[in-house]
């Protein structure tokens, strides 16, 4: 009931297309899920986060959508350049962030020029 | 305005040796939190120090320790290290109102590898 599962584990994506990335979790008191970027030998970095309370937040081209219904939630990237070639970890956190972070596995986006 | 700070950035040591890392969280921040990170996956949660008191922990062993200063700096320390304990250690900030926290920012990891 703690985990979160993010899917595709690694996505292909030409210059200017949209990237999609979800995760799912089971465990209803989660409140907090942020989308961490990571670059290889870094620490992730905080792209964007929401609570349950909205069903989409935007910053930039960088979009979550947040289904509470279905337990769901999403990354998209809109027209996605190389230079966001990256892991992106999503992660679920309840009592509004205070709790531990719980992490999903991560999806590698690699965005061919 | 300094972010999080970790040292060292890489560590090689010797399986049943002891190992210390260290964080210096981001300016205004009072909370510690500490994730293990192995090649290939999300980072995993260790522990966490607020008002220098470990507030939460993860499925980690006793080896795993820390230490949180009143300067809000904390420490990480790991015994009888396995080499299964080679991974990306990552120290996390945030600001704890009492009620709700806030985002968490992460340092850029100690590498660390048991030989």
Same mark, same amino acid.
């Given at each position: 009931?703690?985990?979160?599962?993010?899917?595709?584990?690694?996505?292909?994506?030409?210059?200017?297309?949209?990237? $999609?990335?979800?995760?799912?979790?089971?465990?209803?008191?989660?409140? &907090?899920?942020?989308?961490?970027?990571?670059?290889?030998?870094?620490?992730?970095?905080?792209? $964007?986060? $929401?609570?349950?309370?909205?069903?989409?937040?935007?910053?930039?081209?960088?979009?979550?959508?947040?289904?509470?219904?279905?337990?769901?939630?999403?990354?998209?990237?809109?027209?996605?350049?190389?230079?966001?070639?990256?892991?992106?970890?999503?992660?679920?956190?309840?009592?509004?962030?205070?709790?531990?972070?719980?992490?999903?596995?991560?999806?590698?986006?690699?965005?061919?020029? | 305005?300094?972010?999080?700070?970790?040292?060292?950035?890489?560590?090689?040591?010797?399986?049943?040796?002891?190992?210390?890392?260290?964080?210096?969280?981001?300016?205004?921040?009072?909370?510690?939190?500490?994730?293990?990170?192995?090649?290939?996956?999300?980072?995993?949660?260790?522990?966490? &120090? &607020?008002?220098?008191?470990?507030?939460?922990?993860?499925?980690?062993?006793?080896?795993?320790?820390?230490?949180?200063?009143?300067?809000?700096?904390?420490?990480?320390?790991?015994?009888?290290?396995?080499?299964?304990?080679?991974?990306?250690?990552?120290?996390?900030?945030?600001? &704890?109102?009492?009620?709700?926290?806030?985002?968490?920012?992460?340092?850029?990891?100690?590498?660390?590898?048991?030989?």
């Amino acid at each position: 009931q703690q985990q979160v599962k993010q899917s595709p584990q690694s996505l292909i994506v030409q210059k200017g297309g949209i990237s $999609i990335i979800n995760c799912a979790y089971e465990n209803t008191a989660f409140d &907090y899920f942020p989308w961490y970027q990571q670059f290889p030998g870094k620490g992730p970095a905080l792209l $964007i986060a $929401i609570r349950p309370d909205v069903s989409e937040k935007k910053e930039g081209r960088f979009t979550i959508s947040f289904n509470k219904s279905a337990k769901q939630f999403s990354l998209h990237i809109m027209d996605s350049q190389p230079g966001d070639s990256a892991t992106y970890f999503c992660a679920a956190s309840k009592n509004s962030g205070t709790y531990k972070y719980i992490f999903g596995t991560g999806t590698r986006l690699k965005v061919l020029a | 305005d300094a972010g999080v700070t970790q040292s060292p950035t890489h560590l090689i040591k010797t399986r049943g040796q002891q190992v210390t890392l260290r964080c210096s969280p981001k300016s205004g921040h009072d909370t510690v939190s500490w994730y293990q990170q192995a090649l290939g996956q999300g980072p995993q949660f260790i522990f966490q &120090y &607020y008002e220098e008191e470990e507030r939460q922990r993860g499925n980690f062993p006793d080896r795993f320790s820390g230490h949180q200063f009143p300067n809000y700096s904390s420490e990480l320390n790991v015994n009888a290290l396995l080499l299964g304990d080679s991974a990306l250690y990552l120290c996390a900030s945030s600001f &704890y109102s009492g009620s709700s926290a806030y985002e968490q920012y992460f340092g850029p990891g100690t590498r660390l590898t048991v030989t």
